[in-house]
């Protein structure tokens, strides 16, 4: 069983800079996909970013590409979303997800991942 553990989300004002945290506890396997999403009020949740846990593929959606950065420190067991420039729409609960399998032909989409984190809250002021 894999357990994963948010933290690190917060107020922060536009412009400002945030570092998500996902500790992970369990077994984990160098092709396992870990990934953030976010929702926010209303809407879908949607993948930000992913990678694979040896780092082989690593993914950015278009509309966080260049300001946010998936990373891992195996050592620690811990996933990381470094984001900057950050803006009002940013605002949203942020989820870590394990998916227990490789990646796939496609990026992988929120039914292929088999354990989430609880959310942490990022809220951009304008």
């Known amino acids: 069983q894999v357990t994963l553990v948010e933290s690190g989300g917060g107020l922060v004002q536009a412009g400002g800079s945030l570092r998500l945290s996902c500790a992970v506890s369990?077994?984990?396997?160098?092709?396992?996909?870990m990934a953030w999403f976010r929702q926010a009020p209303g809407k879908e949740r949607e993948l930000v970013a992913a990678t694979t846990w040896n780092g082989g593929k690593v993914y950015h959606a278009d509309s966080v590409k260049g300001r946010c950065t998936i990373s891992r420190d195996n050592a620690r067991n811990t996933v990381y979303l470094q984001m900057v420039s950050l803006k009002p729409e940013d605002t949203a609960v942020y989820y870590c997800?394990?998916?227990?399998?490789?990646?796939?032909?496609?990026?992988?989409?929120?039914?292929?991942?088999?354990?989430w984190g609880q959310g942490t809250q990022v809220t951009v002021s304008s």
């Open positions: 997800a394990a998916a227990f399998r490789n990646w796939g032909a496609t990026t992988p989409g929120r039914g292929d991942f088999d354990s």
């Open positions: 369990g077994h984990i396997f160098s092709n396992f996909v």
